[in-house]
């Protein structure tokens, strides 16, 4: 697992979120053919002041570096926007961004 | 001492801090339900996850390309208007159907967009659970020229 990239932008009470993760998302049949190790994100948590915000449950079927995109109400400019990874060997990851 | 008093101190705020985070996960859909994940149609992932309860043909949309070049990365949007508990997307173009379960936090905008493989032509199926535990869904088929997953 690597970087991840995170934007977050405040227009009046909503938050727009944009965000890349680094992960292969192999699947068991798509690392055979590679031959890589199957690795995956199976969560990924979104949370601003402790609320959860953003809260998926992935598969190795999106696509390789997930990017997402999504709004929330309840975020001002100035809040920071901490994303959790985690992946099929239960590692994790953090990642931090001030809303702008 | 003080020096000690003064860290224990931090790292107890810390962890104060650090272990609600540790239990926001509401759902984890993984654990709660292995065998939706395991499911090589969406009608049986829909079934293991959702339960056999009947699916209104309303208030999810859906927009996606109908043909996709590359099949490794099709960008997907839903957005609802309706008070859903959770929202999955499940697909009939790989080895098992059910891609990704979104929890939905109360008063949470749903407007997601995310990109997903298919190696081959195939309906994509988008399910959603209101509140109140009624179904609702939409589905599309999306043609794929080059499948993704390296085939």
Known sequence: ?????????????????????????????????????????????????????YEVSTSGFMSENPLIKFKFKGGKKGDKLVFTTTDNHGKTQTGKKKIK | MDRRKFLGIGLAAFAAIVAPVAELNAIDFRATKPKAWEAEKSAEAIKELYGSGG?????????????????????????????????????DANPRSLTAVFTIPKNAIIDYDFR?????????????????????????EIDVSIGGCGG
């Open chain 1, 1 to 53: 697992m690597g970087k991840m990239k995170i934007k977050a932008k405040a227009k009046g009470d909503i938050v727009k979120v944009k965000a890349m993760f680094t992960s292969l998302m192999a699947d068991s049949e798509e690392a055979e053919k590679k031959k890589i190790e199957v690795e995956y994100i199976t969560q990924i948590v979104g949370t601003v002041n402790g609320n959860v915000v």
């Open chain 2, 55 to 91: 699916l209104k043909k309303s208030g999810i949309k859906m927009t996606a390309p109908k043909l996709a070049e590359n099949g490794g990365s099709i960008p997907i949007n839903i957005k609802s208007d309706l008070d859903l508990e959770s929202i999955a997307v499940f697909q």
């Open chain 2, 116 to 140: 997903i493989k298919m190696r081959q032509t195939a309906f994509v199926t988008i399910v959603g659970k209101t509140r109140a535990g009624v179904l609702h869904s939409t589905s599309k």
